[in-house]
């Protein structure tokens, strides 16, 4: 799923306190020569609050099994972030469908500006101060992966140094 990210460290979820998010719940419907078919479609967001943060789909016929695939899928898909003083490295843009997602670093202090989909992603990555803005479709799934498009492409100064094959000093003289 993350193959198109450089340096993606994926996580184990063995000895991580991971709280989940639930970001939305969908009625389906399924229509058969019988008549209608309902079910539901959940998609949760988990995190240990301290950059590991992941996302799952879940599909039932009754909403508490459907949440409870999704936390399963979602703690098979853990990734790390790099946050800095609990805020994100850098600006960055992320798009997935017809969502696109730009996160911004804040100071200390400005809280995290966003709405929905996006706030319950950055709350789990341990994100505290970011702005951000959501733009075109505001299907909760779309904008949960564009998010995680985003944070996915972040990198620290130290990622940086690593891939030029520098030293840390040598990437803030530029």
């Not at 959501?134 to 944070?151: E, I, W």
């Amino acid at each position: 799923m993350y193959h198109k990210y450089k340096n993606v460290e994926r996580v184990k979820p063995s000895g991580l306190e991971l709280q989940d998010h639930l970001v939305g719940v969908q009625r389906v419907t399924k229509v058969t020569k019988g008549g209608r078919a309902f079910g539901f479609s959940a998609i949760v967001v988990v995190g240990d609050g301290n950059g590991v943060v992941g996302h799952g789909l879940g599909k039932s016929k009754d909403v508490a099994s459907a949440i409870a695939k999704a936390i399963e899928d979602a703690k098979k898909n853990l990734v790390r972030i790099p946050i800095i003083n609990q805020t994100l490295p850098h600006e960055q843009k992320g798009k997935y469908g017809g969502a696109r997602v730009f996160l911004k670093p804040a100071s200390h202090g400005t809280g995290v500006i966003a709405g929905g989909a996006v706030r319950a992603v950055l709350e789990s990555v341990g994100v505290h101060d970011v702005l951000s803005k959501s733009q075109g479709s505001s299907n909760p799934h779309n904008v949960v992966k564009a998010t995680f498009d985003a944070l996915l492409r972040l990198r620290s100064a130290s990622m940086v140094a690593q891939e030029r094959g520098i030293s840390l000093e040598k990437v803030f003289k530029g």
